[in-house]
């Protein structure tokens, strides 16, 4: 089925990620036209840019915690493309190392929450005031299952994402229906999340080389297997549609193999050569 995404412009946030590229690639194998965000891996933007020509893509490195850096990247989008149809909003952070809320640093704290949570704040109201211009519009968040079940040793994210995936999504659902509002030939804005679990992205390469780790992890899933990019890009691509996801807005879906916030399998029931 088409998911009517040809010459869409699609503004990902966090694109030269493993998730972000993943969502980059998905989006253009549908003739979208991209923004691709990045913080400071200019290389990496570029790169992604090549690969991806022929589809018109336009990448831009800003500080996503900065009110003005949020403003100029719009501001480029716009004169670019002439307006924005989807935000992908995926840029953020996950410290690896485990650090117990007694221990955690104001610093790490504040850091990962103005990454993961005010500038997801900060992109979605500058796309909602283009939204209240272009009269469309719609918003996928890209969350994690920290947010969830939560996360320990990483309460600062765990935080930042429940946040995006509750608080954030469903209040902005609301909002945006103001500013895009139903039609005859329109759905009206939408706001949607989807919540990653464990995937294989260069970011968890190495944690995922610990099979002790892997079994415990996948112990928790219905399906014990690590998702792939591929996986949540679907799942984007389909929330992003008005075709396919019409009539779906203020949802969260957690894209982790039926995973629960208990052992679903004993560990030693996972056969790591399959996941």
């Known amino acids: 089925m088409n998911p009517g995404l040809s010459n869409q412009v699609v503004l990902i946030t966090g694109a030269s990620g493993g998730i972000g590229s993943g969502l980059a690639r998905a989006f253009?194998?549908?003739?979208?036209?991209l923004v691709l965000h990045g913080h400071t891996n200019r290389r990496a933007l570029q790169r992604l840019q090549r690969e991806l020509a022929p589809t018109p893509a336009l990448a831009v490195c800003a500080d996503l915690r900065a009110e003005a850096a949020v403003r100029a990247l719009f501001a480029r989008a716009r004169r670019r493309f002439g307006r924005v149809d989807i935000l992908v909003a995926n840029a953020g952070i996950w410290v690896a190392r485990e650090v117990p809320l007694h221990r955690m640093t104001l610093a790490q704290?504040?850091?990962t929450l103005e990454t993961d949570l005010t500038s997801a704040f900060l992109c979605c109201r500058e796309f909602f005031r283009l939204v209240q211009r272009q009269r469309r519009g719609n918003v996928v968040l890209i969350?994690?299952?920290?947010?969830v079940f939560?996360?320990?040793g990483h309460a600062d994210y765990a935080a930042a994402k429940s946040a995006l995936a509750c608080g954030?999504?469903?209040t902005l659902k609301n909002e945006i229906v103001r500013l895009a509002p139903h039609t005859?030939?329109?759905?009206g804005g939408r706001v949607n999340c989807v919540c990653p679990g464990w995937t294989v992205t260069p970011m968890t390469?190495?944690?995922l080389r610990d099979e002790t780790r892997v079994r415990r992890v996948t112990a928790?899933?219905?399906l014990p297997q690590i998702a792939r990019v591929e996986d949540i890009a679907n799942a984007v691509v389909f929330l992003a549609s008005d075709v396919l996801a019409r009539h779906l807005t203020g949802q969260t879906v957690v894209v982790a193999g039926g995973m629960e916030g208990r052992w679903l399998w004993q560990p030693d029931e996972v056969d790591v050569r399959h996941v």
């Open 168 to 170: 954030l999504t469903r």
């Open 143 to 147: 969350s994690s299952t920290a947010g």
């Open 28 to 33: 253009a194998a549908e003739g979208a036209k």
């Open 109 to 111: 704290w504040r850091r």
């Open 205 to 207: 390469a190495r944690q």
């Open 150 to 152: 939560g996360e320990a």
């Open 184 to 187: 005859a030939d329109y759905c």
């Open 220 to 222: 928790t899933m219905a």
